[in-house]
């Protein structure tokens, strides 16, 4: 049973428009959400994170969305460049005392952006 | 600071044999965490240990181990390699408070070990 999803295996956008990748999640427990960036056979590199107690975080180019009520997060990335081309993957964690730190991560989205 | 470093980066094994991989995490970071990568299943989580205990452990077959020692550096070990045991195995580290409570969520990888089992 996979817990986070991302239903787009691959998204091609031109340079300097926006990139938007979905990603959607089941467990009512994850209250805190990443995105991480990752080229092949290298590590994930963190991109951004937003907690269950907001609907918004921007850090520069890169902003993610949370809508708890449809379990839906997505990033957004303005404009996007040719660098930014690599997989995305989004992340998420049930944060608890001492419980550990699980992440779940979805299937991951390959963003291939044009010149 | 120095990221998340991870020994060796290429591993080439045969069927049967035992492989031990060391993770050395970020200055100051107390959590280490393991993962699997594979064209197959994605990544998923192996284990996690916080103070040289294991907090979190996924689902995976006891064949699967690792340690924590007490400068925060990391072990894990496969024993009795199998084939679909090759894959990308990807350390991360974070940040937690004095009170083992996560005052980040925040993982951060290392580049990962390439097995390969033949």
């Known amino acids: 049973d996979q817990q986070v999803k991302q239903n787009s295996p691959s998204l091609s956008v031109q340079e300097g428009r926006i990139s938007i990748l979905n990603c959607d999640y089941t467990?009512?427990?994850?209250?805190?959400f990443l995105w991480y960036k990752k080229y092949p056979a290298e590590g994930p590199t963190f991109l951004i994170s937003?907690?269950?107690?907001?609907d918004k975080n921007e850090d520069g180019r890169f902003t993610v969305f949370l809508n708890k009520s449809a379990k839906h997060l997505s990033l957004h990335i303005v404009p996007s460049q040719p660098g930014d081309s690599a997989v995305y993957f989004c992340a998420a964690s049930a944060k608890s005392r001492n419980a550990g730190n699980m992440l779940t991560f979805g299937g991951g989205t390959r963003l291939m952006v044009k010149p | 600071k120095a990221g998340v470093t991870q020994t060796p980066r290429y591993l080439i094994k045969t069927r049967g044999q035992q492989v031990t991989l060391s993770c050395s995490p970020i200055?100051?970071?107390?959590?280490v965490s393991w993962y699997q990568q594979t064209p197959g299943q994605g990544l998923q989580f192996l284990f996690e240990y916080f103070s040289e205990t294991q907090r979190n452990k996924g689902n995976f077959p006891g064949r699967f181990s690792g340690r924590q020692f007490s400068n925060s550096r990391s072990e894990m070990n496969v024993s009795t390699l199998e084939l679909g045991d090759s894959a990308l195995y990807l350390c991360a580290s974070s940040l937690v408070s004095a009170t083992g409570f996560m005052d980040t969520e925040t993982q951060y990888f290392g580049p990962g070990t390439r097995l390969l089992v033949l």
């Open positions: 200055s100051g970071h107390r959590s």
């Open positions: 937003i907690s269950s107690i907001k």
């Open positions: 467990n009512s427990m994850f209250d805190y």
